[in-house]
């Protein structure tokens, strides 16, 4: 096995075990002698090798039937309508009992006001009046006016109401697809690979419950959230598979393999087997590298390296637990935006945050303030052309003072353990970095002519992800005690390469001269400044990049939780003045071509032997 290999094995992470792939031999004995084995190949965005069924999952965008109806057909219709409503009812209930139970009362009221909707008598009898008198099909009606309902609410100059277009969207497709007979999306067969054009983080996350084995994509690049979302789930996907949904069909035999970016089709008994052997040979690496969580993260002279771990669900923190011993260095909080559909309440945030902060202690925990948009859920409902240039992060929080406030309350309160630090993302501008500060001032303030306790001396930092604070870096390190790079953002904006396009996936690049340089800038900026930099990004979690980050400087790595041991080794190879000389070297080059093969070398003559 080579080292880029050994890497990548670890990460897999074992979903099928020897057994089962045996009781799959046995399964499509039959099969074999039917149907020939096919690959095809995508971006590996997460790491594993699952072998299963695969799911064929269509996010409907529903046509809505216009056609003119005959007589004859209305009674049929508004049965049909009937029932439709009657399901979208009973599926909501269940929801909202699902969500009562995982987030509680709070979470669950907009569930609530979608069943109100539902139940209004009003509404539908309207609905059934026309699809009589004009005789048109129940979708088209329902759309309709549907439709009005929310130009209504859009032109609300209540805040409040104009937020209800989501419940209504939700409640128009809910029932359309009830119209339409087609599943609804969490009926998903357990323990099978979800194939699908594109998938969301909320569709990922959804999923996930079903013990879903596996994620692949026809769109999609490997810096989406969906794919970091799969990497936190452990759960290994492929994106950028251009029609892969249009080639299986559900119920198909696959094996899925996140390391090499392929889906096998109808496996062979000869592929079955190499696989089993794979899987071998990975939980023997895997028991080797456990051994290395428990040593310092230093280089060979002695420099210590921050090693901490990206954190995004809930199901990851038992990474921390287990490790016992490693802090975060990014906790993304868009997840409770996504599980109750809106903000959440402070409590529900206290909770959280105070659960993150004692599992993590003695160690710190960085946690980000919302950075929703993007290709992340926004709140509200209309469309923006470009949501990665739109309202987005701080922007929104900036906006929305009131749900910001809330969020830094929560941090606050939760911080009596001291080992809170509070990240701001999308800063472009010294001015907003102001304004945050002045806001969560208010929020100190308040707390203070409550009574209530904080840490008094919690530090505030920024991520540097923006081409415009790479520039403004030395005053912005001035008003912030830390500086974190998001190299995914970072890399898509300043190459205006699109992090989440299957098509530029090859020009998003991190050795690009552009990028490699821009973070020397920011390191150096940082330590004139006497305040630490981190870089959270995915290419922290690369292992060619390890010398290459620790010889600019970086203080600290924070990665995935899967990386964490391989990382840790690299950062024990390293020797922090042959990687700053490597640094002087790249910083004097030109194309990405040879900055990253100088990163390979050094990982193949330093790291590997
Ligand atoms: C980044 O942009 O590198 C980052 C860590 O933030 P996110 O991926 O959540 O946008
Ligand atoms: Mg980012």
Redesign the pocket.
Known sequence: MDGSQTILYFQIHYLLTIKRIKSYFYLITNHFSLSKEITYKGVPASPGISIGKAFIYTRSSFEIDSQILHESELEKELQEFDHAIELSKKELAKIRTLSYEKIGESGSLIFDAQLEILNDKFFFSKVSQRIHTEKRTASYVFDDEISKLGQILADSKDEYFRDRINDLKDIRNRVIRNLKKEKLVSKVEENSIIIGHELSPADTILFSKRKVQGYASDKGGL?SHAA?ISRALRVPAVVGMKDISKKITTGDFIIIDGLTGSIIVNPSEATLLAYEKKLEELKEYEKKLREILYLPSETTDNKPIGLSANIEFDEEIDFIINTGHCGIG?Y?TEHLFLEAGDFPSEERQIEEYTNIANVTYPNTVTIRTY?IGGDKLLPRSEKENNPFLGWRGIRICLDRVDIFKEQLSALLRSSREKNIKIMF?MISSVTEVIRAKEILNEVRNDLDGKNIGYDRNIQIGIMI?VPSAYFLADELAREVDFFSV????LIQYLLAVDRGNEYISNLFLEFHPAVVRALKKISDSAHRNNISISV???MASNPLATAVLVGFGIDELSVSPSVFPEIKQIIRKINYGEAKVLCDEILKKSTEKEIKSMAEDYYMNKIKN
Do not use: S, V
């Not at 998001?486 to 953002?489: A, F, L, P, V």
């Open positions: 810096t970091i990014l993304r950075d993302p992800e998001g190299t995914n953002d959270c990004g995915e």
